[in-house]
């Protein structure tokens, strides 16, 4: 009976959480949606205000918003560099951190190396960033193969260590029998162990997605006075120093919210997919 107790107040109690975790999540978007469709002058200062419902749904900020952001442009041009940055992070990514993980219990040398990439992660962009400018410039790359060449590193530490932990729970009798069978170390990646990755690839597109899709920075210090303009860096036009237009503002960022709520459903079928498809039992 004891034992029962504690369970059930366990469940009540991360049922709470889990609502002020919803909360947190719902509310903001709630804020975002109702000022998305108000017209400027129906926004006011106290909460109530703030809180209330439009007088009409009309779409005029979202049209508005669209032409400010020069909106199938800048769109075109992040979709551009998520998908070519995600592309090449699953194949480069987990390649480097297959080859790390394999080699890195029997060889101090992998070891070695892949402390050194993931300490990548403890560096700041702020360090990084006015020599970068200045080296991408000198090569010709202030554009947008810049661009996906820097989220290349800058997302490599967390990836490699990613799929380097993920291959625990590939056992080595699998390569050994694609060996046995004569099957080249190229060829039991790519046809054995890069398909058993696949929860893992899901993981690295959505947190590459993410960051990648929601960036203002890299773009903005490196793409500057450029055509390559994204569309978060092109949402700074909302902010001035007089202010901020938080309708149109607000309408653009849901704008730019569903492609990556499309691709996030998308691979939180294909994660489920692949645990049931990939399992493994050692």
Not at 13 to 25: D, H, K, R
Not at 173 to 180: D, H, K, L, N, S
Not at 212 to 241: C, E, R
Not at 270 to 278: E, H, K, P, T
């Amino acid at each position: 009976m004891r034992k029962t107790k504690k369970i059930g107040g366990s469940n009540v109690l991360v049922t709470v959480l889990l609502f002020l975790g919803c909360l947190t999540i719902l509310f903001p978007l709630y804020m975002t949606i109702i000022i998305a469709f108000k017209n400027p002058s129906e926004m006011t200062n106290d909460v109530a205000g703030a809180l209330a419902f439009p007088s009409s749904w009309k779409l005029d900020n979202f049209k508005e918003a669209m032409e400010v952001t020069n909106f199938w442009h800048t769109l075109g041009n992040s979709l551009l560099i998520t998908i070519a940055t995600i592309v090449l992070a699953l194949l480069i990514h987990s390649l480097a951190g297959y080859v790390i993980g394999r080699n890195m219990a029997r060889k101090k040398g992998y070891r070695f190396i892949y402390f050194y990439i993931v300490s990548g992660m403890f560096v700041p962009f702020a360090i990084l960033m006015m020599p970068l400018v200045k080296e991408t410039a000198i090569l010709g790359l202030d554009n947008r193969l810049g661009v996906i060449l820097l989220y290349l590193v800058f997302y490599m530490p967390i990836n490699v260590m990613l799929y380097s932990g993920y291959l625990k729970n590939i056992p080595l009798a699998m390569e050994e029998a694609a060996e046995i069978d004569g099957a080249s170390a190229w060829k039991t990646y790519w046809t054995v162990i890069f398909p058993m990755m696949k929860p893992m690839h899901a993981t690295v597109a959505v947190l590459t997605a993410l960051g990648t899709w929601n960036d203002v920075m890299t773009p903005l210090v490196i793409m500057s006075g450029t055509k390559g303009t994204t569309l978060p860096l092109a949402q700074l036009n909302f902010q001035t120093q007089f202010g901020t237009n938080y309708n149109l503002a607000f309408a653009s960022y849901l704008l730019a919210l569903i492609p990556i709520l499309i691709f996030y459903v998308i691979c939180q079928k294909q994660i489920l997919n692949g645990v049931a498809n990939g399992a493994v039992k050692g």
